[in-house]
């Protein structure tokens, strides 16, 4: 089974930085491509990045390109988001999430597993 725990949310500063985390408490994900989604308030559920089981290939939002590093160390069964110059329009919750659709993809309804969520404030 598949257990995903985001960590490295908090409150920063307009064009500060920060990184998030996605532990998998399972050790299931080695061969999952995985993604990170956000939800700001009043808004849907968007997607922010994504990456391939082996690391390799990535996809980005073109609000976060630029910005956002999405990475996954398998070894220790965790993937990164690290995230410069944010804005404002970056607070969200964010969460990651993982597929066993079998290749990346940005959609939301391909993944099978979430995590819970952690909160991300930019001030400005």
């Known amino acids: 089974q598949v257990q995903l725990v985001e960590s490295g949310g908090g409150l920063v500063q307009a064009g500060g930085s920060l990184r998030l985390s996605c532990a998998d408490s399972g050790r299931t994900t080695g061969y999952l491509p995985m993604g990170w989604f956000r939800q700001a308030p009043g808004k849907e559920r968007e997607f922010v990045a994504a990456?391939?089981?082996?690391?390799?290939?990535?996809s980005y939002a073109g609000s976060v390109k630029g910005r956002f590093t999405i990475s996954r160390d398998n070894a220790k069964y965790t993937m990164y988001l690290q995230m410069t110059s944010l804005k404002p329009e970056d607070t969200a919750v964010y969460y990651c999430?993982?597929?066993?659709?079998?290749?990346?993809?940005?959609?939301?309804?391909?993944?099978?597993?979430w995590g819970q969520g952690t909160q991300v404030t930019v001030s400005s």
């Open positions: 999430a993982a597929t066993s659709a079998g290749s990346l993809t940005t959609s939301s309804s391909a993944y099978d597993y």
């Open positions: 990456i391939g089981w082996r690391g390799t290939s990535t």
